[in-house]
Nanobody, 121 residues
Framework: QVQLVESGGGLVQPGESLRLSCAASGVIGSINAMGWYRQAPGKERELVAGITSGGSSNYADFVKGRFTISRDDFKKTVYLQMNSLKPEDTAVYYC???????????????WGEGTLVTVSS
């Protein structure tokens, strides 16, 4: 099974930056894609950004131009560089990985426990 551990969250003022990291470990045959989701109080979990094994990325409209997702296959880590943070970015950010323990196994989604990002003046 895959374990995901997020880090990098914290309290920042509007306009500042944070860099989130998510490291994958465990029995991993391959990872098809990784991404970041977030959930604010009283809101549903929503996609922030995703990146495939081929390097293609996609972003939610509300973060385009401000956030950048990247991955390091050797370290099995995905990053989210967040610039120009706004109060509405405040949420728990969760790492997601679509992976399989063996080539013959089907892909499934794995989730981290989340890291809190608070943007406030």
């Amino acid at each position: 099974q895959v374990q995901l551990v997020e880090s990098g969250g914290g309290l920042v003022q509007p306009g500042e930056s944070l860099r989130l990291s998510c490291a994958a470990s465990g029995v991993i045959g391959s990872i098809n894609a990784m991404g970041w989701y977030r959930q604010a109080p009283g809101k549903e979990r929503e996609l922030v950004a995703g990146i495939t094994s081929g390097g293609s990325s996609n972003y939610a409209d509300f973060v385009k131009g401000r956030f950048t997702i990247s991955r390091d296959d050797f370290k099995k880590t995905v990053y989210l560089q967040m610039n120009s943070l706004k109060p509405e970015d405040t949420a728990v950010y969760y790492c997601n990985a679509r992976a399989r323990p063996r080539i013959a196994s089907p892909y499934r989604d794995y989730w981290g426990e989340g890291t809190l990002v608070t943007v406030s003046s």
